[in-house]
């Protein structure tokens, strides 16, 4: 079966046609029937998402968790495209002090992930509650995932191995409207539906958010220093025009201080990690070979702009033996 949703695809790819054909065997799927879609603001919930409210309108509800682990700016962004420019119905649910509450103190990082999971389980319930009876879920689920489920229906429940996964629930149907495409083509089809290229060309970005990109015990402290120090760093990389060719680019704060010197005065503040890559399928990695006048641009700034850190470090390290992300 999975090889039959994707001979069809392989037949005739057109991105808009599949948007057309796509909204309609949603509508039929529907009908009068409500929707729930746990947002991340990432390439496939988001897409699955438009497509679906192409097709049943106020029907679908949204929910976006805001854990206090995102971006700089990301949560607004979201918020901004969803809400405003499509329409949706989108509950933003704040939860950031719900999650740093739990986290407080926790420094291994496979607990940090199983307490931001379960954390998101428990908030998505409780939103779903609210809103009554809900005949169908959608999921951004993609091809990869089916063939990396290992199974043949296709009607699993996508295992969200990064946020805990959603529980399965047996009132709900499945409505899985990417299932049978690769991620480069849900990115075409993102584009036909007019989402901005902002968001359709977005770097993957683990389900923990910046909770593994703050090495150590997560706080609001860190997180701020580090969404200034991955911003400017996401900045210059854009602006040199790097960002087609590395994969990710990232910033991660260490748990340690160190000593420096500004004005005459010494400092004590954190270091961050630049960290950017080439892949073709993240199981391996490269690290980017970024100019080192960028480097040292990239370094000034961050250090001038954000006071709490006077020591920027870049990685040099492939994948294996580092992975990507820190934790
Ligand atoms: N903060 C969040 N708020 C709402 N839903 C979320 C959030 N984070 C993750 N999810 C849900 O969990 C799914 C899997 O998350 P994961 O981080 O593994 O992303 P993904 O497989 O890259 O998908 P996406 O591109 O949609 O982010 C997402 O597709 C989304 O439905």
């Not at 609210?130 to 199974?151: A, C, H, R």
Request: with cysteine; glycine share 8%.
């Amino acid at each position: 079966m999975n090889k039959d949703i994707r001979s069809k695809i392989e037949e005739n790819w057109n991105a808009e046609e599949f948007a057309k054909e796509t909204i309609e065997a949603i509508k039929e799927q529907i009908g009068d029937g409500k929707a729930i879609c746990a947002l991340s603001g990432g390439v496939d919930s988001s897409v699955s998402a438009v497509l679906v409210h192409k097709a049943i309108g106020s029907n679908l509800t949204c929910i976006f968790v805001d854990h206090g682990l995102m971006r700089k700016d990301e949560g607004d962004q979201v918020e901004e495209i969803f809400k405003n420019t499509f329409d949706m119905n989108l509950i933003r649910v704040n939860a950031q002090e719900r999650f740093l509450g739990k986290l407080a103190g926790v420094k291994d990082p496979e607990q940090k992930r199983k307490i931001i999971g379960e954390e998101f389980i428990r908030v998505f319930e409780e939103e779903k509650a609210k809103i009554g009876k809900i005949d169908f879920l959608v999921q951004g689920t993609i091809y990869p995932d089916i063939v990396e489920s290992m199974t043949d229906s296709g009607e699993v429940i996508k295992s969200h191995h990064n946020v805990g996964g959603l529980p399965e629930d047996v009132d709900f149907e499945l409505v899985e409207p990417v299932k049978a495409l690769y991620k480069y083509e849900v990115r075409e089809v993102g584009r036909v539906l007019g989402i901005a290229d902002k968001l359709v060309d977005r770097q993957p970005f683990p389900g923990p958010g910046l909770g593994v990109r703050v090495v150590g015990d997560i706080t609001k402290e860190k997180l701020d220093i580090l969404r200034e120090a991955d911003w400017i760093f996401r900045e210059e990389i854009e602006a040199a025009g790097l960002n087609k060719e590395i994969w990710q680019y990232f910033a991660t704060i260490l748990d340690i201080k160190s000593v420096g010197m500004t004005n005459e005065k010494r400092t004590y503040g954190y270091p961050v990690v630049l960290r950017a890559i080439y892949t073709k399928d993240a199981m391996t990695a490269e690290f980017a070979k970024i100019p080192h006048e960028l480097l040292d641009k990239i370094a000034k700034r961050i250090v001038h702009e954000v006071e709490e850190i006077n020591r920027v470090l870049y990685d040099v390290t492939s994948k294996p033996p580092a992975t990507i992300e820190f934790e």
